[in-house]
């Protein structure tokens, strides 16, 4: 996935329910337990919502809707 891609989410997280949609606006190399080593990146996230919300999660939580694969 890479910027400007539209995305849904997989499952649910605090205030965003499984199955929003949202443009990837960014990604990072996670830190921490995160950083498993399988390739999944920590994108930055706007949510297609009426409130300008932005969230960050794992792209292993994320169903590609548009853009390339």
């Not at 329910?17 to 399988?38: C, F, H, I, M």
């Not at 999944?40 to 932005?54: D, G």
């Amino acid at each position: 996935m890479k910027v400007g891609d539209l995305v849904k989410t997989t499952r649910s997280l605090v205030g965003v329910p499984k199955g929003t949609l949202a443009l990837v606006l960014g990604s990072r190399e996670p830190r921490g337990t995160y950083a498993d080593g399988t390739g999944h990146k920590m994108l930055m996230l706007q949510v297609a919502a009426s409130s300008p919300r932005k969230i960050q999660i794992l792209s292993r939580d994320l169903e590609l809707v548009s853009g390339d694969r």
